[in-house]
């Protein structure tokens, strides 16, 4: 069986410092006792100036020790204050003694809090997903189902009103038509079915067919063969992030057009949606782009959001794979 790994003993920071102001203290008596210095019973001017040179001195070397020992401390503090997430392995193990113990015992606690932030998201995700697709649900079995026997009374009410409200039944019966096409889209949206039954970059095709049909820009596609397959949560995330990147395009980029790509690069498969529309200076964190980034976290990938005034917008995901994992088609 493999030996635990021992850390090397390492004084508490208490002892330490006692330990410096002892080796300070002993230099300072073997000085007094080794010089040939001495002081009368009724001290002269200059034995004063000695005495006050040597507690001087002492003083200093005391308090450059004790800062040579705490500044791997005070950067630690200093970083402490600089963490804004809690990401591992954040704070450099440096220093000896209970610096470095520290140090280990703040990036530990650092790495549980986000393996336990990441579960929760993950649970958070799948709660999200479970109601998204109780929704959708209802929405196509209940309202789906009302509309679509609203428009069958429509049109046997059509076929024997009188000639004057025939057009006025007609006009509410397209209007019925419309409500059910949006409430079908509107399902589709949040339960991707198609995601489940063909695949990511069938799901996405889709997407993008919905969004032009929707939208004045085309969508051009651009999806690479052999992508290796993603875990089903890494699935779900590159989709509603697509989905989110072409929301927002088509709400604020005014853009002429949209490209959809999902390429393999090295060992992360990298999904980009970039228009050409009107972009933006500063990047504000809203909802969209907040979600997104939670997604993403949750995948352990990487989103970037690229832009600038006149010139487009890019939202880049990359999505770490398994080397082994299966190619497909």
Not at 12 to 33: D, M
Not at 54 to 81: C, D, E, S, T
Request: glycine share 8%; charged share 25%; with cysteine.
């Amino acid at each position: 069986m493999p030996q635990p790994v021992r850390r090397p003993l390492h004084l508490p920071l208490f002892w330490t410092i006692c330990l410096i102001n002892g080796v300070v203290f002993v230099v300072g008596v073997l000085v007094l006792v080794l010089s040939p210095a001495s002081v009368s019973a009724d001290p002269l001017p200059s034995e004063l100036a000695v005495i006050g040179l040597g507690l001087v001195v002492i003083l200093a070397m005391n308090a450059l020790l004790l800062r040579w020992a705490l500044a791997p401390l005070h950067r630690l503090i200093q970083r402490l204050g600089d963490i804004e997430h809690l990401e591992p392995t954040r704070l450099p193990e440096e220093g000896s003694g209970p610096v470095r113990g520290m140090a280990q015992s703040v990036n530990g606690l650092l790495t549980r809090l986000a393996e336990e932030r990441r579960d929760g998201d993950a649970r958070a995700l799948a709660a999200q997903e479970a109601e998204r697709h109780r929704i959708a649900q209802e929405l196509h079995d209940e309202v789906g189902q009302s509309l679509t026997v609203v428009l069958l009374g429509l049109k046997q009410v059509e076929q024997r009103a009188p000639a004057d409200l025939v057009e006025d039944l007609r006009a509410v019966r397209e209007s019925t038509r419309a409500g059910l096409d949006d409430v079908r889209r509107v399902a589709r949206r949040l339960r991707p079915g198609v995601l489940e039954d063909l695949g990511l970059t069938s799901a996405l095709a889709a997407l993008a067919t919905d969004f032009a049909d929707h939208s004045p820009a085309p969508v051009r596609r651009s999806f690479a063969p052999g992508l290796p397959a993603l875990s089903p949560e890494a699935e779900v995330v590159v989709y509603r992030v697509a989905q989110e990147a072409l929301t927002n395009a088509a709400r604020h980029a005014d853009a002429h057009e949209v490209e959809v790509s999902l390429q393999r690069v090295g060992a992360t498969v990298v999904l980009e949606v970039r228009d050409d529309g009107r972009g933006f200076a500063d990047l504000t964190e809203g909802s969209g782009l907040m979600g997104m980034r939670e997604r993403a976290a949750l995948v352990r990938a990487e989103l970037s959001v690229i832009s600038q005034p006149r010139h487009g917008t890019t939202v880049r995901l990359k999505v770490p794979v398994d080397v082994g994992a299966e190619v497909v088609a």
